[in-house]
T-cell receptor, first 113, second 115 residues
Framework: AQSVSQHNHHVILSEAASLELGCNYS??????LFWYVQYPGQHLQLLLK??????LVKGIKGFEAEFIKSKFSFNLRKPSVQWSDTAEYFC???????????FGTGTRLTIIP | KAGVTQTPRYLIKTRGQQVTLSCSPI?????VSWYQQTPGQGLQFLFE???????NKGNFPGRFSGRQFSNSRSEMNVSTLELGDSALYLC??????????????FGQGTRLTVV
């Protein structure tokens, strides 16, 4: 069965700090990986996705993630966070033509001005 | 292009009642999935429909059901509501073709409170 682990439940950073959120997955087949963000009171939005090819993917708002197959990881990074990045971040996986997404438990990110 | 639209946005129901939630996918999207989001369990997959057929089902009791219409709009129904069904119910649509990988777009959700 597929699963996703996000080890950081709540991260607090100051503006301009660098960010890295961990995501590890377990999946038996060809994997697609996603990071979604949920700003307070808003719907889930896609930050970035990995289907194949270059393991370093760039998304919106300056976020990037690196797929490391040997470590089953897809960590999210941003070199300099802003107060507006305060939100909850979800890592998700699907694959093999299956649209069902398995989500991690989410990481709440709080940015202090 | 309009996004995924879910109605109603908020619902309050009494234990034992039933409820129907509606989802209109992005135009052209034929795959519709439903998720339950709670503080304790996070985001849990309920089911997915494609071309009016249920393709995938999560581990929820039979009280949770859904359907999809020929215009790809979908409804989910929860019968005999329990307090634990209080949650944010999210609908997602995708342009699944079976050939290329796709991403899911989410609606704002329906907040269901069971009292």
């Amino acid at each position: 069965a597929q699963s996703v682990s996000q080890h950081n439940h709540h991260v607090i950073l100051s503006e301009a700090a660098s960010l890295e959120l961990g995501c590890n997955y377990s999946y038996g087949g060809t994997v697609n990986l996603f990071w979604y963000v949920q700003y307070p009171g808003q719907h889930l939005q896609l930050l970035l996705k990995y289907f194949s090819g270059d393991p370093l993917v760039k998304g919106i708002k300056g976020f990037e993630a690196e797929f490391i197959k040997s470590k089953f990881s897809f960590n999210l990074r941003k070199p300099s966070v802003q107060w507006s990045d305060t939100a909850e971040y979800f890592c998700a996986v699907n694959g093999d033509g299956n649209e069902k997404l398995t989500f991690g438990t989410g990481t709440r990110l709080t940015i202090i001005p | 292009k309009a996004g995924v639209t879910q109605t109603p946005r908020y619902l309050i129901k009494t234990r034992g009642q039933q409820v129907t939630l509606s989802c209109s996918p992005i135009s052209g999207h034929r795959s519709v999935s439903w998720y339950q989001q709670t503080p304790g369990q996070g985001l849990q997959f309920l089911f997915e429909y494609f071309s009016e057929t249920q393709r995938n089902k999560g581990n929820f009791p039979g009280r949770f059901s859904g359907r999809q219409f020929s215009n790809s709009r979908s409804e989910m129904n929860v019968s005999t509501l329990e307090l634990g069904d209080s949650a944010l119910y999210l609908c997602a649509s995708s342009l699944w073709t079976g050939i290329m990988n796709t991403e899911a777009f989410f609606g704002q959700g329906t907040r269901l409170t069971v009292v």
